[in-house]
Structures are given as C-alpha cells and as structure tokens.
C-alpha cells in the first residue's frame, strides 16, 4: 500500500520533467461531443494537488449508483476526482464520460487523461484516470478504488480508447 502512495506522489512531482508528444500536423482534431468544457492548463503543482486527491481515494470501497452508499463506482470516482480538482461537472455515466473531452492515443497517455474500458457488453463500460507509467487509478468491483497496469492481460484485451480533459502548458522554445 505505501509503495503505491509513494509511486502516485513520485510521478505527480516529475510529470513536469516528463516530455510532451509533439502534436501532429495537417488534418483536422475531431471536435469533442458534449459541450465545450473550460481549458485547465496542468502545472506541476496542479500534477501534484491532483495526486493527492486521487490517493485519498485508494481504497475506497466499490458502491453502485445508489446515493446512499458510501463507495464508489468508476464514474462516480472520476467524477468526484475532477469535481474536487477543478470543480468541473462531468457526466455521471462511462458512456457520457467518453464523449468528452479530445482523443489520447494509447501511446501518448499523459498523467489525468481518461481511459476507458469494455468489460461488458456495452462499448465502453469502464473508467479509470491514468497516472503515469502504464498504470491507471479506477473503482474495481471486487477490490475499491485501486491502481492497475494497463499491461495487465484482463485490462490490455479490454481497453477501449482514451480521452484527455486537461491541457498542458505549451514547452517555450528557447
């Protein structure tokens, strides 16, 4: 459990140290589809206000939809990360949740991006928020609010797509 806490709180403080995707050219970026949403522009200490929102979830036991119950499921969770770090409103439902934001290719992942899941018969209906180094912080059923490799047989044979809701501060080219 602490080297968990310890790797979360170490990858928030150097995501500013790590290098941004160069952005491809030509074409046009497929328009989000839900309403314009604010633009966060993500610092370091944003990175690290984030982190320390997402480890006070760790362990969290899994709840359903019901208002009632003190847990969390996985939409509930990113909801409630996002509600806490910015005071952003995003939908309630995986489904809704995923038409949000821009498209993240799988290899270009940064910290705070969505990444969405098949694990049922629906096309997207799972949610977690990737933190850095192929893993990702989500609501598991079995098990609470947890921390996963993307590499994982079970998530790798079911990931979806992803979806980035944060901005980062262009580099200056000095």
Same mark, same amino acid.
């Given at each position: +459990?602490? *080297? ?6 170490? +990858? &928030? ?6 290098? #941004? ?13 839900? /309403? ?17 929102? +997402? ?9 359903? $939809? ?6 969390? %499921?996985?939409? #509930?969770?990113?909801?409630? @990360? ?11 439902? @995986? ?6 934001? &821009?498209?993240?290719?799988?290899? $270009?992942?940064?910290?705070? %991006?969505?990444?969405?899941?098949? &694990? ?6 799972? @949610?977690? *928020?990737? *933190? !850095?180094? !192929? ?5 598991? &059923?079995?098990? !609470?609010?947890? *921390?996963?490799?993307?590499?994982? /047989? ?21």
């Amino acid at each position: +459990m602490w *080297i968990k806490l310890l790797t979360i709180a170490l +990858m &928030t403080i150097t995501i500013g140290c790590q290098p #941004h995707p160069r952005f491809r050219t030509g074409g046009e970026e497929r328009p989000a589809l839900d /309403k314009p949403r604010q633009a966060v522009r993500l610092t370091t200490n944003d990175s690290l206000r984030l982190g320390v929102i +997402m480890q006070s979830f760790l362990g969290k036991p899994y709840a359903g $939809q019901s208002l009632f119950e003190t847990g969390v %499921d996985c939409s #509930h969770f990113v909801l409630k @990360v996002f509600k806490k770090f910015d005071g952003r409103d995003l939908p309630r439902t @995986v489904a809704r949740q995923y038409r949000i934001g &821009t498209p993240a290719h799988r290899r $270009q992942l940064l910290y705070g %991006d969505l990444v969405f899941f098949r &694990t049922d018969s629906r096309p997207v209906s799972h @949610v977690g *928020i990737y *933190i !850095g180094y !192929g893993e990702f912080i989500h609501a598991s &059923t079995s098990r !609470g609010v947890i *921390i996963s490799k993307l590499k994982e /047989k079970y998530w790798s044979q079911r990931y979806v797509d992803a979806r980035r809701i944060l901005e980062y501060p262009a580099r200056d080219s000095k």
